[in-house]
């Protein structure tokens, strides 16, 4: 039997442009033997984008979204901050209105059985992954796990916007002044590296219509990072990650100064201190070579 089971929501990015954290989440829950049940008829959650047409489609679509883990009786895990953000926040929504304004709940619950799906019973929990490592599945038995403790790195978490803020109660950290990341480097055997930027937006949302202000902003936070003598930045969202690594060549043009910093998914690390190897990880996927952090941890 496995320790911890989900409903597994791996949402766009990780499907496309970012398959190296679907493949790494699947190598971190093989490890710590955890079963994820992949939802494959879930779709996409907005991106935050759904309800600048109506709050009634992203609540329609993200109830189905709940409604397909609550089937399985089910906690809905992701490892995107904006799905996390999203879906989350939904879900909070609806379960409030179950008390305040049923005959909306109804109203969706309408437009999913005209589809043929489940209604929404507000019964689970949506929850990312770092969520999971440090309040289910717990530091204590993450560290007894390590088999290649990543000594000497430093690391700068990048939690970017969602993760922290979108929802109304987070009961795993603070919003403000969080740790959850830093806890896990510490359990991997990193050092955190704190600077102002890491609870900041990356500037993905500017990067449509402003996108020199937002590689500005990315920018500003890579070069505190580098400053404060970061080897890395690791982030649990990949739209963070497209924004950080993917464009980091024209970020640095922007801010006219050579980066170079290699920016890690959150499972991408973790993994590295359970043994996994590189290839497995696809971290040659990056756009920055992750090259110097993998030299320094000794592979």
Same mark, same amino acid.
């Given at each position: 039997?496995?320790?911890?089971?989900?409903?597994?929501?791996?949402?766009?990015?990780?499907?496309?442009?970012?398959?190296?954290?679907?493949?790494?989440?699947?190598?971190?829950?093989?490890?710590?033997?955890?079963?994820?049940?992949?939802?494959?008829?879930?779709?996409?959650?907005?991106?935050?984008?759904?309800?600048?047409?109506?709050?009634?489609?992203?609540?329609?679509?993200?109830?189905?979204?709940?409604?397909?883990?609550?089937?399985?009786?089910?906690?809905?895990?992701?490892?995107?901050?904006?799905?996390?953000?999203?879906?989350?926040?939904?879900?909070?929504?609806?379960?409030?209105?179950?008390?305040?304004?049923?005959?909306?709940?109804?109203?969706?619950?309408?437009?999913?059985?005209?589809?043929?799906?489940?209604?929404?019973?507000?019964?689970?929990?949506?929850?990312?992954? !770092?969520?999971?490592?440090?309040?289910?599945? &717990? *530091? =204590? $038995?993450?560290?007894?796990?390590?088999?290649?403790? #990543?000594?000497? %790195?430093?690391?700068?978490?990048?939690?970017?916007?969602?993760?922290?803020?979108?929802?109304?109660?987070?009961?795993?950290?603070?919003?403000?002044?969080?740790?959850?990341?830093?806890?896990?480097?510490?359990?991997?055997?990193?050092?955190?590296?704190?600077?102002?930027?890491?609870?900041?937006?990356?500037?993905?949302?500017?990067?449509?219509?402003?996108?020199?202000?937002?590689?500005?902003?990315?920018?500003?936070?890579?070069?505190?990072?580098?400053?404060?003598?970061?080897?890395?930045?690791?982030?649990?969202?990949?739209?963070?990650?497209?924004?950080?690594?993917?464009?980091?060549?024209?970020?640095?043009?922007?801010?006219?100064?050579?980066?170079?910093?290699?920016?890690?998914?959150?499972?991408?690390?973790?993994?590295?201190? !359970?043994?996994?190897?590189?290839?497995?990880? &696809? *971290? =040659? $996927?990056?756009?920055?070579?992750?090259?110097?952090? #993998?030299?320094? %941890?000794?592979?």
């Amino acid at each position: 039997m496995p320790l911890l089971r989900y409903a597994y929501y791996p949402g766009c990015v990780a499907q496309g442009a970012c398959r190296e954290l679907y493949l790494s989440t699947t190598a971190l829950a093989d490890a710590l033997d955890i079963e994820l049940v992949e939802l494959k008829q879930a779709t996409c959650c907005g991106s935050g984008t759904f309800k600048e047409e109506s709050q009634l489609l992203e609540d329609t679509v993200n109830a189905r979204n709940i409604a397909l883990a609550e089937t399985l009786n089910l906690p809905l895990l992701t490892h995107c901050s904006t799905c996390q953000g999203v879906i989350g926040h939904v879900d909070e929504r609806l379960k409030r209105a179950q008390v305040s304004n049923p005959a909306y709940v109804k109203r969706i619950d309408g437009w999913l059985q005209r589809e043929g799906c489940a209604p929404y019973r507000g019964s689970t929990e949506v929850k990312h992954i !770092l969520w999971a490592l440090v309040g289910d599945y &717990g *530091l =204590d $038995r993450l560290s007894a796990r390590v088999t290649r403790a #990543l000594a000497g %790195l430093k690391c700068a978490a990048f939690y970017g916007c969602y993760l922290l803020r979108a929802q109304d109660n987070i009961s795993y950290d603070d919003p403000f002044h969080p740790e959850s990341l830093e806890n896990v480097f510490r359990a991997t055997g990193a050092t955190p590296i704190y600077y102002r930027g890491r609870i900041q937006c990356c500037g993905w949302p500017l990067a449509s219509y402003a996108q020199e202000e937002s590689f500005q902003l990315a920018g500003t936070h890579i070069q505190e990072a580098i400053a404060a003598g970061a080897d890395c930045m690791v982030t649990p969202c990949p739209l963070c990650h497209l924004n950080l690594d993917s464009r980091q060549p024209e970020i640095a043009a922007v801010v006219g100064r050579e980066l170079g910093l290699p920016v890690l998914h959150l499972p991408q690390l973790v993994c590295l201190a !359970l043994g996994i190897p590189p290839s497995q990880l &696809g *971290l =040659d $996927r990056h756009v920055v070579s992750t090259r110097s952090t #993998l030299n320094k %941890l000794g592979f």
